[in-house]
């Protein structure tokens, strides 16, 4: 079962949060390979967008916000885009598109950053904006500070994490074709709520980077290979990790509370879309076929709306007259 485990080190400037991701990442997995459309993905491409997944889901808990975010990659090479988007109660979808041959191995540099074009963005899209309200966005690119493309999309992350928040993270993260799970550790923020350290309070340990907890905090998470990540149960990667360290461990978000596969989409929102499209452009498309069909890109579900449906879609609806009930008749 999916699931996700919080946790703090006492009494130091350090929190963490191990994601484990099993039937709903089959889940994702499943209904792409359903597709006949596209078939699965290739293996690279799974890799990546697995961890992606998991990366998107540890910080969705960690920043705890109120409406969706969304992680996404794209620029030129074979993967076009790859998006995960995560609601506040963990709920998630992801999906990538390919146009070309992604050769088995491909890195993410040959994948999507072919001439550094390549961008991943964090887009935090608030449940209910006020008028005019944009949803806010963090972009980088997938190179480093001297232009040297980055190959893993944990560093990608982990150098996004410092511009943005200003936050030293580890970030461990891996897939395969049955789990998707990422660890990740952090230096708390000095200001910070829940920030239990009072050493943490002193001018010299705020700089980032020099913080002796987190370092050997960071090392020590990253001895954890993509194996053990993947393989291990979430208490025993803790224990081999952490053993020696003074972890307090928050209740896991498992069963009804843990991460899980949930798509948003709906007929509503199809026929929006279509109502986006303008009623000449869903016409000249019901003239050369019979239906106008979307298929969801994040779960498959098709949506086939005939010609009587697409003419409900541009006419206004009926307003009807309001019935009062009896209790306000005068
Ligand atoms: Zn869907």
């Not at 920043?63 to 609601?87: H, R, S, T, Y």
């Not at 010299?204 to 370092?215: H, L, P, R, S, W």
């Not at 709306?305 to 409900?312: G, M, N, R």
Request: glycine share 6%; net charge negative.
């Amino acid at each position: 079962m999916s699931e996700m485990h919080q946790f703090l080190f006492d009494g130091l400037p350090v929190r963490g949060q191990l994601v484990r991701l099993t039937e709903s990442w089959q889940e994702i997995l499943h209904r792409r390979a359903e597709n006949a459309e596209t078939g699965a993905y290739p293996l690279s491409v799974q890799v990546l967008l697995g961890e992606m997944t998991a990366a998107a889901t540890l910080m969705q808990a960690l920043l705890k916000f109120d409406g969706d975010l969304v992680l996404q990659i794209f620029g030129n090479g074979p993967l076009k885009l790859a998006v995960v988007e995560v609601k506040s109660d963990l709920s998630l979808r992801s999906t990538a598109k390919t146009i070309g041959a992604v050769e088995p191995g491909a890195t993410l540099t040959q994948m999507v950053n072919v001439n550094n074009q390549g961008k991943c963005a964090i887009t935090l899209d608030p449940k209910s904006r006020f008028p005019g309200q944009q949803p806010y966005q963090g972009v980088v690119p997938l190179f480093d500070d001297l232009g040297q493309p980055i190959d893993r999309i944990s560093e990608v992350l982990e150098h996004y994490m410092l511009q943005s928040e200003q936050l030293d993270t580890k970030l461990i993260l891996a897939a395969n074709d049955k789990v998707a799970a990422g660890l990740l550790v952090q230096r708390m923020p000095v200001q910070g709520e829940g920030n239990l350290s009072a050493k943490s309070t002193q001018a010299d340990e705020d700089q980032i980077g020099v913080n002796e907890d987190f370092k050997r905090i960071a090392m020590l998470a990253s001895t954890l290979s993509p194996e053990e990540l993947l393989s291990l149960e979430p208490d025993a990667i803790l224990h081999r990790l952490f053993w020696d360290e003074p972890l307090m461990r928050y209740e896991p978000l498992k069963g009804s509370n843990a991460p899980r596969f949930v798509c948003s989409c709906s007929k509503e929102r199809v026929s929006q879309m279509i109502l986006g499209l303008g009623q000449e452009e869903a016409e000249s498309i019901l003239s050369e076929m019979p239906n106008i069909e979307v298929g969801c890109e994040f779960c498959g579900r098709q949506y086939v709306f005939d010609a009587i449906d697409a003419a409900q879609i541009f006419t206004p609806p009926v307003v009807k007259p309001q019935v009062l009930p009896p209790e306000h008749l005068h």
